[in-house]
């Protein structure tokens, strides 16, 4: 299923125009800079706000001219981030009313194991106005899952959590699309909330998508400003290989690389997410013989770019998956690095998603 727009939209001074073709699967996010036009677009495609010009979802026409299919017919759930649940409703009815939005041959998950999957069994006779602000979003989720969606959009739902909070729902936003196959348009500002759910992005700047594609090509992409950001990372996709008890070490496959990690938590086959910061990748035209860093890995240069008077940022190639790394201008000289240059990218930190 394909998500195929081309729309605009102008409000005051500001104009939306945006050219859209991506695959709908997983998590998209839709990134920017706070007045980008992320909750603008995600509007537009709930139909929330007229736009001109062309929207399908899958093989469903959501709008083309002359013709606007009004929200409620769209088959999407919008989760915003303050939970728009009803306060005078206890949460079973609260979910309740998400189910009975769509008829009873078209539901596809029920009550009883939506309920389970977001452990929220323990808030049904609840009155909402006595959750917390996860408890609610939490509610919010099951209540959009009940509605049965083709599309699940979020306009920075975690945006007044706190971080531990928002890591225990993490796991769940990607069992959603994966397991439970609901596609989520997923809006933030938060690089660490797009590192930790997206599969793909839509980066858009005033009110223009300026790159589509997957995550962890485009936070590497130099041309991009996600690269020259202070605190710039590579976010590679990996698979638990094995635990080595001994050592308290996880060994996680990347690209035919092993990475050695502090010992985790998941399922030996299960696939993980390796985030690298930019400053943590370390070169040199040698291989280092004793060292007490384990992550030591061939590499090619695949492009550079001057990232201020001192520093250059290095896009390189490990096995397939790019890889940023950030030095000096001093470093980059002496090292001779151009593009196609071999090297040896020393790895001193990488902490594991999951």
Known sequence: MRLQAGLQFARGAFNLDVQIDIPLRGITAVFGRTGSGKT???????????????????????????????????????????????AHLSVEKNLLYGYARRPAGKRQFHLAETVALMGIGSLLQRRVMTLSGGERQLVALARAILSSPSLLLMDEPLASLDETTKRTIYPLLRRIAEKMGIPILYVSHSLDEVANLADEMLLIEAGRIIATGATGHLLTRLDLPLAHAADAESVLRGV???????????????????????????????????????????????????????????????????????????????????????????????????????????????????
């Not at 706000?49 to 088959?75: C, M, N, Y």
């Open 40 to 86: 603008t677009l995600l509007r537009v495609l709930a139909g929330l706000e007229a736009a001109r010009g062309f929207l399908s979802v899958g093989d469903a026409i959501w709008q083309r001219e002359k013709e606007f299919l009004p929200t409620h017919r769209r088959g999407l759930a919008y989760i915003f981030q303050e939970s728009d649940l009803f």
């Open 240 to 354: 638990v290989m094995r635990h080595d008890e001994e050592w308290q070490l996880t060994h996680i496959s990347v690209g035919g690389f092993e990475f050695r990690v502090p010992l985790i938590a998941a399922v030996v086959g299960s696939a993980v997410r390796l985030r690298i910061a930019a400053s943590d990748v370390s070169l040199a035209l040698t291989q280092a013989g004793n060292s007490s860093i384990l992550n030591i890995f061939p590499v090619t240069v695949t492009d550079l770019v001057a990232a201020s008077p001192s520093a250059v940022l290095l896009q390189v190639d490990l096995g397939g998956t790019p890889l940023l790394a950030r030095i000096t201008r001093l470093s980059q000289v002496s090292l001779g690095a151009k593009a196609g240059l071999s090297l040896f990218a020393q790895i001193k930190g990488a902490a594991v998603l999951v």
